[in-house]
């Protein structure tokens, strides 16, 4: 069974600073890594996977994270945030043998940017 | 495309009642998953069907939460008597058959009082 940990719940940072928001998966097996932003009273949004490959990843809005697998780590980094990127992320893991499709996301990341 | 519809965006109900929430997955996705979100809970996995037939309701809390898919483009989440514990936001996705990654709804927001 695969399992993702956010140590974070809460990251506070200034505008234009850089952040890293922090994600820890485990897994017997091959893994797909995600993360999803979320927005006050919206969905959640795709902002960037990783499949295999390169295994640094970029997304929308700035983003990108690298995937390390001996510290079975997907640690999500932006150089300089806005105002604008203030949401809830969430860090979610998918299991490549399984038969089935099915995320297992973590708790949660709180971006709080402050002017 | 659309993307995932649900709804209603918002229910308020009272203790007892029945809740039907409703999900339009995109055309072409054949998995579908329930999720609701609690603050304490964070995401939780209700249940997932692929090509309609549900192949995991492992995460469905009670007997009371059920959840239908009679065909491609529609699916059901009942929740019959409703009580104040389930208030939350519940967030349909659909994807592609082992396709990775889901596409949300913008979700359901139920209060029962």
């Known amino acids: 069974a695969q399992s993702v940990t956010q140590l974070d719940s809460q990251v506070p940072v200034f505008e234009e600073a850089p952040v890293e928001l922090r994600c820890n998966y485990s897994?017997?097996?091959?893994?797909?890594l995600f993360w999803y932003v979320q927005y006050p009273n919206q969905g959640l949004q795709l902002l960037l996977k990783?499949?295999?490959?390169?295994?640094l990843v970029k997304g929308i809005n700035g983003f990108e994270a690298e995937f390390n697998k001996s510290q079975t780590s997907f640690h999500l980094r932006k150089p300089s945030v806005h105002i604008s990127d203030t949401a809830e992320y969430f860090c979610a893991v998918s299991d490549l043998s399984g038969a089935t499709n099915k995320l297992i996301f973590g708790t949660g990341t709180l971006l709080a940017v402050q002017p | 495309d659309a993307g995932v519809i649900q709804s209603p965006r918002h229910e308020v109900t009272e203790m007892g009642q029945e809740v039907t929430l409703r999900c339009k997955p995109i055309s072409g996705h054949n998995s579908l998953f329930w999720y609701r979100q609690t603050m304490m809970r964070g995401l939780e996995l209700l249940i997932y069907f692929n090509n309609n037939v549900p192949i995991d309701d492992s995460g469905m809390p009670e007997d009371r939460f059920s959840a239908k898919m009679p065909n491609a483009s529609f699916s059901t989440l009942k929740i019959q008597p409703s009580e104040p514990r389930d208030s939350a936001v519940y967030f349909c996705?659909?994807?592609?058959?082992?396709?990775?990654?889901?596409?949300f709804g913008s979700g359901t927001r139920l209060t029962v009082v």
């Open positions: 990783y499949l295999s490959g390169s295994t």
């Open positions: 996705a659909s994807s592609l058959d082992r396709g990775p990654g889901y596409t």
């Open positions: 897994s017997s097996v091959s893994v797909y």
